[in-house]
């Protein structure tokens, strides 16, 4: 897949791996949107990068999800980096239920959900990806931390079925083990 003239819409750039990410496709003549519930951490980054598009959408929000695919129809790479990492310890019995609903809710069904909107303007174009950035701790859980690590492992699950359904056709799946240093290291190249 080319790695330039992309539309390059990336949950959660606007800090991280996903700022790191926008900073690699802005560098290769790509238009990049990032998204966050956060304007000031968006218009710092818009700041440093003037050509970079931001949104304010929270991708736990249906409605906020319909907005970003009807502004953006010309996105033919969606990477769903946006992730929450919370500990949380079961023997607690004051264990917030919002929290773990939250967790499962960015980490797993906003992706689910903006491959599922995506999914029919993407099939319109000549090359297409959705890149989900997953983790090591989906293969192999980290015990202080199963909602995210299960959330993780049900993202991969779902990348690799999708994968095959979009077999020919112009959309490829790709699923990111990722670790921190590795993305600020890798050529967007290695990526797609
Ligand atoms: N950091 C690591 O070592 C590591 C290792 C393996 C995998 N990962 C994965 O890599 C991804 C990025 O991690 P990171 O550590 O770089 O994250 P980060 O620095 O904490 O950044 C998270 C980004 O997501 C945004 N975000 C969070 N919830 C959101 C929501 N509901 N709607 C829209 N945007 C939201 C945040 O902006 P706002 O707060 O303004 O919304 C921020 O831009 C995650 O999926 C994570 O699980 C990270």
């Known amino acids: ?28 003549e790509n238009k990049v949107i990032i998204i966050g519930r956060s304007m000031d951490k968006l218009l710092s980054v818009k700041k440093q990068y003037p050509r970079i598009h931001i949104e304010k959408a929270d991708i736990t ?15 033919n790479i969606l990477i769903n980096n946006a992730g929450i990492h919370m500990e949380c310890d079961f023997k607690n019995s004051s264990l917030d239920t919002q929290s773990i609903k ?6 797993f069904i906003a992706p689910v959900l903006l491959s599922k909107y995506f999914i029919p303007s993407l099939l319109l174009k000549k090359e297409a990806a959705i890149i989900n950035i997953s983790s090591y701790f989906g293969i192999s859980p980290k015990q202080s931390a199963p909602i995210y690590s299960a959330s993780k492992a049900a993202l991969r699950s779902f990348s ?16 990111i083990l990722s670790f921190r240093s590795f993305i ?8 797609l």
């Open 184 to 191: 600020h290291s890798i050529p967007v190249s290695s990526v």
């Open 160 to 175: 690799k079925a999708l994968r095959v359904q979009l077999e020919g056709t112009s959309v490829k799946v790709f699923d």
């Open 61 to 75: 929000v249906e409605e906020d999800i319909k907005v970003l695919v009807h502004k953006y129809p010309d996105v």
């Open 102 to 107: 939250q967790e499962i809710s960015t980490d």
């Open 1 to 28: 897949m080319k790695i330039n003239q992309n539309v390059v819409l990336i949950t959660g750039g606007s800090s991280g791996i996903g700022l790191a990410l926008a900073r690699h496709f802005l560098e290769k």
